[in-house]
């Protein structure tokens, strides 16, 4: 069910008719999963190529981080709900102004609180953030922060038409869940192919982002990749193939010679 929040709506169109950069009253939105955001603050950024950028800045009424730091990306689903909603509501003012893209910024305090800092008298804030494009049909196109936004579709060696949207952790422990939107039926895929190019997005993608979690996020313990295809077949039905692979050393697991990966990152211009 829509959520509803005709305030939001009448404040993003009050922005673009008078570039008022704040809310008169900060409001609070339920996010469709039982928590909720305030919304203090809307912007229009333009970017180097002149596309305008709603940016939404907001305060999550909960801590996203109770056990250490997640990735953004973690939250993506929950927020292209409500960018989806906001969107949805506010459609005819962001067109007629001309707005390409949402980004949703949450600034927060973790309650766990780092000791030494502490000690100091610092206190660390931190900050989510997720981009999106607006589409046609009135909703939101995720640009995961995993990778860079130039990546999200790479040229695959086997040619599938996959771009990536969620990078999360998956409902497993331990697992590191890529899921793709799939540019062709999946339904006449050849089996052989999406193996292939699952491999290949094993190399080209998950790698990557092993390594940034590796980098910033020590406290999780990934064990396993799933790559998902996902195809919109209309009306609300779905189409998805998944495969999974293990991870040792901060490594995706494909079977593959050393170079074979090579010769894979070399085809896809990555090496």
Request: hydrophobic share 40%.
């Amino acid at each position: 069910m829509p959520l509803r929040f005709p305030a939001l709506a009448l404040a993003v169109a009050l922005l673009f008719a008078s570039a008022a950069p704040s809310l008169a009253q900060p409001e609070s939105v339920p996010l469709g999963d039982g928590s909720s955001v305030t919304v203090n603050q809307y912007l229009v950024e333009t970017d180097g190529e002149g596309r305008k950028i709603l940016v939404i800045r907001a305060e999550p009424e909960f801590d996203p981080e109770p056990y250490g730091p997640v990735p953004s990306d973690s939250y993506a689903r929950v927020l292209k709900m409500f960018c989806d909603n906001l969107v949805n509501n506010s459609w005819d003012a962001l067109q007629e102004d001309s707005i390409t893209g949402v980004r949703v910024r949450w600034d927060f305090t973790p309650t766990q609180v780092n000791e030494e800092a502490k000690a100091n008298g610092i206190t660390f804030t931190r900050f989510h953030e997720a981009l999106f494009e607006l589409r046609r049909d009135r909703s939101c196109l995720l640009m995961p922060s995993s990778v860079r936004m130039d990546d999200l579709a790479p040229v695959l060696p086997s040619g599938a038409p996959a771009k990536l949207e969620y990078a999360e952790y998956g409902p497993y422990p331990g697992e590191l869940r890529l899921t793709y939107r799939y540019g062709s039926s999946l339904l006449e895929a050849d089996q052989a192919m999406l193996e292939r190019s699952a491999i290949e997005l094993c190399i080209l993608h998950a790698d990557g982002i092993l390594k940034t979690h590796a980098q910033y996020y020590p406290q999780r313990d990934i064990r396993s990749v799933t790559i998902v295809y996902y195809r919109d077949e209309g009306q609300g039905q779905a189409t998805t193939r998944q495969m999974s692979f293990p991870v040792f050393d901060g490594v995706c697991q494909t079977g593959l010679s050393q170079m074979l990966t090579d010769a894979i990152r070399s085809a896809a211009g990555a090496a």
